[in-house]
């Protein structure tokens, strides 16, 4: 599995604009030693923090893993060909032991963004996230304990949720050593 190279396309659009990290950083409420750590690809942020960098330059989020392909009708992901972005970084600057894997790098102009999510126990990052759209999470392995708006919610093996993402949330594993999701977003492409 190879890694995606989001830091520099971030780099790019900051660029392009002509703005520097500072203003970046003030204007979204980063720290500058955040931002210029993710444009090195020395760290990854989590999904949350990925959106709203791409809602601040304008881009959708799917832009960030897209290679420089023609637009696409369909794709298909190989096994062998996903790639998995390790290491991610809240907006607040805690390491995360997550990874995640995008499964629609090359479609454009999607409505859903599907993810595979591994989350490790190492996790305690007590920050919560809220954006706009959707998402759809289904439990492959293990167990996940999920605060939505305050509310605690244990889930296991094969259970699922569906929830508007503007509510306050998080995922943390339960129990079990890891936990594997199945996230579904929409609206924040």
Do not use: W
């Amino acid at each position: 599995m190879t890694e995606y190279d989001i830091g520099s396309k971030l780099r790019e659009l900051r660029r392009a604009r002509n703005l520097t990290l500072r203003s970046v950083a003030q204007e979204i409420g980063f720290s500058i030693a955040l931002l210029s750590q993710i444009e090195k690809n020395n760290i990854s942020p989590p999904i949350p923090t990925l959106s709203k960098l791409a809602k601040f330059f304008n881009v959708k989020m799917s832009s960030l893993f897209a290679e420089k392909d023609e637009p696409r009708k369909y794709e298909i992901i190989r096994k062998n060909e996903r790639k998995t972005v390790s290491h991610v970084v809240s907006h607040t600057g805690n390491r995360h032991p997550h990874s995640y894997e995008s499964f629609s790098a090359k479609m454009r102009t999607k409505k859903m963004t599907p993810f595979l999510i591994t989350l490790s126990i190492e996790n305690l990052e007590n920050t919560t996230y809220s954006c706009q759209g959707e998402s759809f999470v289904f439990i492959l392995q293990g167990t996940l304990e999920m605060q939505l708006n305050n509310q605690e919610i244990a889930l296991g093996e094969g259970d699922c949720i569906y929830f508007d993402t503007s509510l306050e949330h998080r995922f943390c594993p339960g129990e079990s050593p890891d936990c594997v999701i199945l996230e579904v977003t929409s609206g924040r492409s």
